[in-house]
């Protein structure tokens, strides 16, 4: 938890810097934002973890010309298949997977307006935790895997300071050689402007 706080201080401050260069239009506002999101998990990796469920919290830098600087933090829970769970045996009763995003990016807007649709790439290290790998082996695994994600999505001002985002990504991760963790996210979010 100590971790997460002290990685929000950092994007905030890193945000700070950026600040006095960035430059806002009416509606692409610079935004401490907070987005739920929950994985579909495909290929190999779901055959063990069906989904995955979590959060965001972050800050983004509006600059001319449409883009946008996003900078974030996570907490992503993985959930075991269900078959696993129901096997009456305690192998995988204390099974976890969870994951620690840190990462950087951004989006560019397609029009500046009340309803604003983007185009997002993000990249940045996973911070994995977790007890059981792909095989059934019960193995206490502390990791940094390299991620990335593409993604369309879109942005609602709901009133002068408040927005809403919802959106789409292709995420993949290298978790092992022989699964990568890929698998489509789903994430909305609520946003607060900072500036005017």
């Known amino acids: 938890m100590n ?27 610079n935004r401490i934002f907070i987005e739920g999101l929950y994985i579909r998990n495909l290929g190999d990796f779901s055959s063990v973890w069906s989904n995955a469920s979590g959060g965001y919290v972050g800050y983004g830098i509006a600059f001319p010309d449409h883009n946008y600087l996003m900078m974030r933090a996570g ?10 769970n129901s096997q009456g045996n305690s192998v995988y009763d204390d099974a976890y ?9 951004g989006r560019y807007y397609f029009i500046n307006n009340m309803i604003m649709p983007f185009a997002q790439f993000m990249t940045g290290l996973n911070l994995v935790f977790g007890n059981e790998d792909l095989v059934g082996e019960n193995d206490q695994k502390n990791l940094v895997k390299f991620a990335w994600q593409v993604g369309l999505g879109f942005t609602i001002n709901i009133i002068n300071n408040i927005s809403v985002d919802a959106g789409v990504n292709y995420q993949s991760n290298f978790y092992d050689d022989d699964a990568m963790n890929t698998g489509f996210e789903y994430n909305f979010g609520i946003g607060y402007a900072l500036s005017n």
């Not at 002290?6 to 006095?20: E, H, M, P």
């Open 97 to 105: 997977l969870t994951m620690v995003p840190v990462e950087i990016g």
């Open 3 to 29: 971790k997460i706080i002290f990685t929000i201080i950092i994007l905030i401050s890193a945000g700070s810097v950026f600040y006095g260069s960035a430059q806002s239009d009416s509606y692409i506002k």
């Open 75 to 84: 907490l992503i829970s993985n959930k075991l298949k269900d078959e696993f």
